[in-house]
């Protein structure tokens, strides 16, 4: 049971280019999530999905999309990457529907650095 | 979700009982007390939920009491280990988690030895 991996661990990427940060869980949780951790804060939301095909936003969703197209896998995507988001992503996945009382489970995180 | 308020750092040493306590003074009849624990170049990781009156497990204690107003996570005999970063959560997830998990900076507990 390897719970919710992130993929890659570190990337740099250069202003303006594309990319995908991977996340999947193998514990059956309708509802995943991606959040970023500037230095010193706590963690923001960016994007969050309660089921394959649903996908919503949050806090922070300018410069990011999201797709859910499995219950396993929930990738985000930056179009046109800016020196704002350099920071660290999580992603994070939990049971939703019907338990108040829900437990998430965080990916070790994925240190993007926009030059 | 109802805000919260911690305090953002604290210091102990090995051995000592740490109590963090966390003001929520809008909590809502259905939200749910979290503490979740985060440590360096990690992601957060969950310590123990409650409703109301104490919880215990093998990690901590949450006391709460009957207002709900405030919560206090314990920490028996802390070591080096758990110099990390807290927070406390308050929230009712049934609808789906659409406002997420909201963390503010939660508290910077350093153990000294």
């Known amino acids: 049971n390897a719970g919710v991996t992130q993929t890659p661990k570190f990337q740099v990427l250069k202003t303006g280019q594309s990319m995908t940060l991977q996340c999947a869980q193998d514990?059956?949780?309708?509802?995943m999530s991606w959040y970023r951790q500037d230095p010193g804060m706590g963690l923001r939301l960016i994007h969050y999905s309660v089921g394959a095909g649903i996908t919503d936003q949050g806090e922070v969703p300018n410069g990011y999309n999201v797709s859910r197209s499995t219950t396993e896998d929930f990738p985000l995507r930056l179009l046109s990457a800016a020196p704002s988001q350099t920071s660290v992503y999580f992603c994070?996945?939990?049971?939703?529907?019907?338990?108040?009382?829900?437990?998430?489970?965080f990916g070790q995180g994925t240190r993007l650095t926009v030059v | 979700l109802a805000k919260t308020t911690q305090p953002i750092s604290m210091d102990s040493y090995e051995g000592q009982e740490v109590n963090i306590t966390c003001s929520h003074n809008?909590?809502?009849?259905?939200?749910?007390i979290t503490w979740y624990q985060q440590f360096p170049s990690q992601g957060p990781r969950f310590i123990i939920q409650g409703y109301k009156t104490k919880v215990t497990n093998e990690v901590a204690s949450l006391f709460i009491p009957a207002d709900r107003k405030s919560s206090t996570l314990s920490l028996p005999r802390v070591s080096l280990s758990d110099t990390a970063v807290y927070y406390c959560?308050?929230?009712?997830?049934?609808?789906?988690?659409?406002?997420?998990?909201?963390f503010g900076k939660g508290t910077h507990l350093i153990i000294q030895p």
């Open positions: 959560l308050v929230g009712d997830w049934t609808g789906g988690g659409a406002d997420g998990l909201t």
């Open positions: 994070a996945s939990s049971y939703t529907t019907g338990r108040r009382d829900t437990e998430a489970f």
């Open positions: 809008n909590i809502a009849t259905n939200d749910y």
């Open positions: 514990m059956n949780h309708e509802y």
